[in-house]
């Protein structure tokens, strides 16, 4: 299987602040990932797809970037609503995997 | 409105057996991929199982065995039989629909929480 593995665990951040969270897969995945966004009682949300690419009503200040093994989602300047917790998971191969998750909190 | 909704959670004894069931509206299920993903509480989230339109199906090793993906194309539902329950298969029980951009999980239902426990 695929290990998925996200730094860091947490990040503090203030409002306007640029966050990157990274994602590691154990072997090549090409650009089969896709970044999430989860807030707490709620469904996870799809940001970023095929490693860089933005889902349809996703605002800008979302970016995704890389390619084989090593991915970052990166927040440009950081809003209020964007405090949740963020999963990068791979879809190269069965059984599909998650990394562990980034919660991100305010500073 | 494109939406998924589960239903079928509660509370059952181990060894047990549970099925749940996706209602989808706004698109077909069988034109799309269709998968289980759960978050047992407080923790992360682990793909389960899916099924390609095609009816291949796939599982996660944890689950594989014990729980059947499968879906009713006249009632437009996608369904988990989940049998041999573990007290480790207690989680929140998500749909989702495996858009066609990248293989990701574009649509999410909002989850029916499974509770294994004597």
Known sequence: DIQMTQSPSSVS????????ITCRASQGISSWLAWYQQKPGKAPKLLIYAASSLQRGVPSRFSGSGSGTDFTLTISSLQPEDFATYYCQQANSFPYTFGQGTKLDTK | EVQLVESGGGLIQPGGSLRLSCAASGFTVSS??????????G???EWVSLIYSGGNTYYADSVKGRFTISRDNSKNTVYLEMNTLRAEDTAVYYCSRRGNGGRAFDLWGQGTLVIVSS
């Open chain 2, 32 to 41: 799309d991929y269709m998968s289980w993903v759960r978050q047992a509480p």
């Open chain 1, 13 to 20: 951040a203030s409002v306007g602040d640029r966050v990157t």
């Open chain 2, 43 to 45: 923790k992360g989230l």
